[in-house]
DNA sequence: GTCTATAGCCTGATAGAC
DNA sequence: GTCTATCAGGCTATAGAC
């Protein structure tokens, strides 16, 4: 996925052993991180390309060389974020959840980007509109297997069978642990003593959880 | 709240004994209800005078003379609500909360208008945050009264009894719910297919109840 | 009370310099 | 490969016509 393709900067320097100390990274890079945090903090759609170039002393121009469209730009600042998250498998995820939404209380830039332009995208024919769904689509699958995974054996059948709508328990309690965590993202945001987001999600994962092991 | 100040064609016929038949209502409340319209399926940042005068077959400035800025005019459209919403107080709430969901599975434009501006609203220095923001604090407050409502009067205690950051059990699974009705909007208006609003809604909620009559 | 004309600024993107 | 100059169009809001 590395986008990161280094410049002659980072070549071994020729004056000696020492690894070169890439004083300057990719300007394509920079440019990223700086649209990333001006979409967090602003919206998308509020977000020009002249604020975001005179982050960097360029002109709006200079900004878009690197991506070609404003719209390309944030399609590259969405995909950057898989590289710097690794998600375990099986039930060990559902605590990584957790461990999640505690270091998002720690990264209010990231938080705000994802949870304002995931939302943001719901309108019509936003450009993030088809990552974001498809996203979800996969969050759903991970995070139900990781509930099945959670639960005894015997409870694990009935939470995998699908209903005549072709919905699962296991696949209901994931989409409610994702709604949960990023609607308490807005509340935090908005208000960030009024909620305690980890907290907050530990207790619904093992509210659902514990419900499916009941049923029977 | 009523804002709908009637003009001169709701007045009683001269004519006839006959109520009038409200050929047209007050241009502001047209104004209203197709901000709100545009609001909803392309976000405030994404809609201009323009496009919400274009519908009325006016100009931009037309749009302005009735509220006199655009935040205005979100103000106004965000505090439409209020009049359409009548939420029941008691443990009833939770029930009204569940047919809440279900209805908004039927009106994508009010659902849209809700999660795409909370979110859009904790974006630096919004219009609508203070809004949102008080909104979310009596929401939290309500539903935590309707929580407690529902438990059994010897958990009701444990469930009222703040922790040492101030914030109750029952507070806290109303923070949940909201988050999970919130979170789920966004998910829906993705990809209707994909959850049931008002079925995972009662679940949460049952599941959350439950666990807080577990707890001794 | 209702709205248009117009101003003045800001927008994303193309064409082309170095 | 990196960026600036420039453009045509869109933006909100003021001033004032009816």
Redesign the interface.
């Given at each position: 996925m590395s986008e990161t393709t280094p410049t002659a900067d980072t070549r071994p320097a020729e004056d000696g052993g020492a690894p070169a100390p890439r004083r300057r990274v990719n300007r394509r890079e920079q440019i990223l991180r700086t649209a990333a945090d001006a979409f967090a903090?602003?919206?998308f759609?509020?977000t020009s390309l002249a604020d975001i170039a005179a982050m960097l002393d360029i002109t709006p121009a200079g900004v878009l060389h690197h991506f070609g469209s404003k719209t390309a730009l944030l399609t590259a600042v969405l995909e950057l974020r898989d590289d710097t998250d690794p998600a375990p498998e099986g039930s060990r995820m559902l605590d990584h959840l957790v461990a999640t939404a505690e270091r998002n209380a720690e990264r209010p830039g990231t938080t705000?980007l994802y949870?304002?332009l995931?939302?943001?995208?719901?309108?019509?024919r936003h450009p993030a509109?088809e990552w974001?769904?498809d996203r979800?689509?996969v969050l759903?699958q991970e995070i139900g297997d990781a509930v099945l995974d959670r639960l005894d054996p015997r409870d694990r059948a009935a939470a995998a069978t699908p209903g005549p709508?072709g919905?699962t328990p296991a696949g209901?309690?994931a989409?409610?642990i994702?709604?949960?965590?990023?609607?308490?993202q807005?509340?935090w945001?908005?208000?960030p003593e009024?909620?305690?987001m980890a907290?907050?999600t530990e207790?619904?994962i093992?509210?659902?959880v514990?419900?499916l092991s009941?049923q029977g």
């Open positions: 903090t602003q919206g759609n509020n705000q949870a304002v995931s939302a943001e995208s719901a309108t019509d509109q974001f769904r979800f689509t759903r709508d919905r209901e309690a989409a409610a994702i709604a949960v965590m990023d609607g308490l807005v509340q945001l908005l208000d009024a909620v305690d907290a907050v207790t619904v093992d509210a659902l514990a419900r009941d």
